[in-house]
């Protein structure tokens, strides 16, 4: 029965790997075609957006006049950048204690584990990262992480498909406007302000679980090597 098991949805960007940079990359390619290679733009307001959305960004942050007609092959040129930067990711590139982290949860019975993203190339980055095998659903694309402000109420839409209980759910997400979204809509949530086990190693103010949730999360990563100082 799904609803006898802890069902934890993880964001993927930030939250388990640094992955900017293989949009970073997409993004500087288009700079060069369009002839702005030398001028500086900066992405920290990029994070959250789809690629439609960003390239439209960052037009306007060029002062670059795109037709709408263009954004089908933009779209193209920045994710032929971003497949190849996903080949170069590799399990070393999560971050410190995760590998082993999502291992620990996934071989827990009790334990439904679900990766999210914005990303129309999750599976892409799960599997060069080799944690693919450890998910046991995929949340992608513009169907789920559309908007910030709507990530909760989207969730909460799957959930109620899969006749899954909200009480049994925990998000882990790295992005504010995410945690005050599902908070909204009382989701359990852990909000990564670094690295997913060092968040969970911490488990002070900053993580908004409460009794047994985070007790349980506590258990799992004192079950780590790597977790052993918790």
Known sequence: MLNNKSHIFIDIDGTLTDNFHIHTKGWNRLKTIWGYENCNVNYNHYHGLNTKDAILQLSRDLNHQINESEIENFIKVKNAVRDIEILKLNRHTLFSGTYDLLKNLSDNSSIVLYAYSLSTATKSILSSLE????????????FFKISKSRS???LINYLDGKKINLNNVIVIDDDPDVIKSHIKCNIKTVYVQDELLNSIKKIKKETLLTGSVQRKLYDIAKTIPTANNI
């Open 131 to 142: 944690i693919f095998d450890f998910f046991d659903d995929f949340l992608f694309g513009k």
């Open 152 to 154: 909760a109420s989207l």
